[in-house]
């Protein structure tokens, strides 16, 4: 099994991961890219206007392989009366 990092980016902060996981396929790799990124989304956007977030994969020879990320914007479109 290969190892791979999963660093985390919102919006300028960057959080590396030193750790890594030893995963045994790429499927793999993508389902945990996915669930990184939702975990992250439901500790960040709750408050939020905007953000951008994202994901990022490295492999064991810092080659960057995958990236998963979000844009998240609320637009009001008509002013509430009151």
Same mark, same amino acid.
């Given at each position: ?25 790429? $499927? +793999?790799?993508? &389902?945990?890219?996915? !669930?990184? *990124?939702?975990?992250?989304? @439901?500790?960040? /956007? ?13 492999? $064991? +020879?810092?080659? &960057?392989?995958?990236? !998963?990320? *979000?844009?998240?914007?609320? @637009?009001?479109? /008509?002013?509430?009366?009151?």
């Amino acid at each position: 099994m290969r190892r791979y990092f999963f660093d985390t980016y919102d919006n300028q902060s960057i959080l590396i991961d030193e750790e890594g996981l030893e995963l045994a396929s790429f $499927d +793999k790799v993508k &389902s945990e890219a996915a !669930a990184s *990124l939702a975990e992250l989304a @439901r500790e960040v /956007l709750p408050g939020s206007m905007q953000r951008n977030i994202a994901v990022k994969v490295r492999d $064991d +020879k810092a080659r &960057s392989i995958l990236v !998963a990320e *979000l844009t998240f914007e609320v @637009r009001a479109h /008509l002013q509430p009366v009151g």
